[in-house]
């Protein structure tokens, strides 16, 4: 039993699961494998599944229980699932992701004492407190800390780039963190997250003082676009356990308003989980791409003569008389989800923790989000300290920056004025408070960037080998300005988080290179050159461009 531990890499704590199965591949499965009799290192009924890495290719050991005739446990071989077997039949089958584990969370009010009274279940349909502030959802923290810090990192990190439902998803890969009560037969997932980290080396080592450190963590390359996919995965999950028996709540559909993206993920997830979707956008206001989404997934698409601010106090008023479930950042399920956008940067740099984290903030649920996945890592020893938050909003729809500079005195709303960074065009935010509160437990600083720094920050970025939106542009041109004060250093560890995906601005862009933007100098524009249709011409263009000589 010891030489088996050892050849999987494991210690006894991850181990120990309640039952081992050997996968192989074609290859060792024509060499044959012996079968393992358990010991009780193998058994505790108290481990959630874990699926180990062997380090034999093509052999993983996963777990699962097994009784002999003989009254021991013995490991079986697993070599696929039945054809006519999906793979969620077959989660449900082998019973991997079946039960909370002992494992809890519920909703409380926002920054609530450890001992308040007041909690409600997730399974309540309930945004605000009684005294109307946010809420937030409390894991059992005492019963995740029955593991140590060690024993998550492993299993979280065991679970990357499978298709073991619903642990192939980025957000459920971490499913006792988020919703751990949750069935997986309720789960709606598109195998969101496990977003690339793209290390910005030319930007860094070009344009900013010769950064080695610098990444971007592209959110943005998910199933809709946008980093929303995280949350709304988690919200129309718990919605879809809610309409469901044994529940069977009178659930006629979800909506919410939005800016572009929260409308593109939310009409997703709820057509592949047959919910009715309805979202509020404001007319004339977000790119076309962001407009055709929920319109192609089938959603009730209302276009509102007013701003993102007026679409969201209409559909508060709606769900309030109708059994319509809100789905925006009002909503504290979905920072669930998108906290595990923080959990997978420390995944990916192997659990250390990065100097800088930058955000675009536009309802400020992010910049909180990403603060309670990097804390709850933090308090359950996963890590050992929290990086400092940078939260980037557009001059032009600016109240949290002008709320920082004011020492934080009295926030005051503003009327957000149109910005190429659409989808963070918001003057009252939601999440104000949780903002703040995550800004000063983290050190952090807010910055903003007018609509020439943002959109010269997006095509520079471009010219080093991205395709950013302009809400990365908006937090590019923030750490360009923290680099140039020298409160962000040259080998500090930098993230910055790239929330949209650039092909749905792709309009801004083209207007950007056309030279087409008022009172902008477009700096950095690279218009196509129009060329005569012949070899002389295009040779006089060449060498100009290329700085050649001809026969060289």
Request: glycine share 8%; charged share 20%.
């Amino acid at each position: 039993m010891a030489a088996a531990a050892a050849a999987a890499d494991v210690s006894s704590p991850l181990f120990s699961s309640s039952s081992c199965h050997r996968h192989l591949s074609s290859k060792a499965r024509a060499r044959g494998a012996e079968t393992l009799t358990t010991s009780p290192l193998f058994r505790n009924p108290n481990v959630p599944f874990l699926a180990l890495r062997h380090r034999h290719p093509g052999v993983v050991i996963s777990c699962s229980t097994t009784a002999g005739g003989s009254g021991e446990n013995h490991q079986q071989l697993k070599i696929r699932r039945p054809a006519d077997e999906n793979i969620r039949e077959e989660a449900h089958r082998r019973g991997e992701a079946s039960g909370s584990q002992g494992f809890s969370a519920c909703y409380v009010p926002f920054n609530a004492p450890a001992d308040s009274t007041e909690t409600y279940s997730l399974d309540d349909v309930v945004y605000r407190s009684r005294s109307g502030g946010l809420l937030d959802v409390r894991h059992d923290l005492s019963a995740l800390k029955r593991f140590p810090g060690s024993y998550w990192r492993d299993l979280f990190d065991s679970r990357v780039g499978r298709t073991t439902w619903p642990y192939g998803s980025g957000v459920w890969s971490k499913k006792e963190f988020v919703l751990p009560e949750i069935d997986p037969d309720h789960i709606v997932s598109l195998f969101e997250g496990n977003s690339n980290l793209f290390w910005a080396e030319r930007l860094g080592c070009d344009h900013l003082g010769g950064m080695p450190d610098l990444w971007v963590k592209h959110c943005g390359i998910s199933h809709t676009g946008s980093f929303k996919d995280l949350g709304m995965t988690v919200l129309v999950s718990q919605v879809n356990r809610l309409r469901r028996d044994p529940l069977n709540r009178p659930i006629a559909g979800v909506g919410c308003a939005s800016t572009g993206d929260t409308s593109a993920a939310l009409s997703a997830y709820c057509a592949a989980a047959r919910i009715p979707s309805i979202v509020f956008l404001p007319a004339d206001r977000i790119s076309l791409a962001q407009l055709v989404q929920p319109i192609a997934n089938g959603a009730t698409v209302l276009s509102i003569d007013t701003d993102f601010d007026g679409c969201m106090r209409l559909i508060r008023e709606v769900t309030a008389e109708l059994p319509i479930y809100l789905a925006n950042s009002l909503n504290s399920l979905r920072l669930e989800g998108q906290k595990t956008a923080a959990i997978e940067i420390l995944q990916q740099f192997d659990w250390e923790v990065p100097d800088w984290v930058i955000v675009p903030g536009g309802n400020l649920g992010n910049i909180y989000a990403f603060y309670k996945g990097f804390e709850m890592c933090r308090e359950l020893e996963l890590v050992d300290r929290v990086p400092r938050l940078v939260c980037a909003q557009a001059a032009n729809a600016n109240p949290l920056y002008l709320h920082y500079k004011s020492g934080w005195a009295d926030f005051k709303p503003v009327i957000a004025e149109d910005t190429f960074a659409s989808a963070i065009q918001i003057g009252d935010p939601v999440s104000i408070d949780r903002a703040v509160f995550a800004l000063e437990a983290t050190d952090g600083i807010v910055e903003e960037a007018t609509e020439e720094e943002l959109m010269d920050a997006m095509s520079l970025a471009d010219r080093t080998g991205m395709f950013a939106c302009p809400h990365t542009g908006v937090a590019l041109a923030a750490l360009f300005k923290l680099r140039e004060r020298g409160v962000i250093g040259t080998n500090d560890r930098t993230i910055v988080v790239s929330t949209a995906h650039g092909l749905k601005f792709a309009q801004s862009k083209v207007e950007y290179h056309s030279k087409e933007i008022s009172d902008m100098a477009c700096r950095y524009a690279n218009p196509p050159v129009n060329v005569k249709a012949n070899f002389g011409s295009v040779m006089d263009v060449l060498k100009k461009k290329l700085d050649v000589k001809v026969g060289l």
